[in-house]
């Protein structure tokens, strides 16, 4: 369940970062905002296709930093 969760979140937050940047093209930051939210669903998406990040993300710890980044990346969305 963890494996498929990471990686929609992943995607999540590669849609999130790619629409930002499309709608958000007038703004001189858009593109550097853009990249933190592609480079957190790439950092997502590697941990949850290798085996060692998937078995660390299946860890308690794993868990929640999971779970606040990937919070943190959502709000931060939202944000800029």
Do not use: C, H
């Amino acid at each position: 369940m963890v494996k498929t969760n990471a990686r929609w979140a992943g995607y999540l937050f590669i849609a999130l970062g790619l629409l930002n940047w499309r709608y958000q093209d007038s703004n001189p930051n858009a593109m550097t905002n853009s990249l933190i939210l592609i480079a957190g669903g790439v950092v997502t998406l590697i941990l949850a296709f290798t085996k060692t990040g998937l078995a660390w993300l299946e860890t308690k710890t794993g868990t929640r930093i999971g779970l606040v980044a990937g919070a943190a990346l959502i709000i931060f969305s939202y944000i800029n």
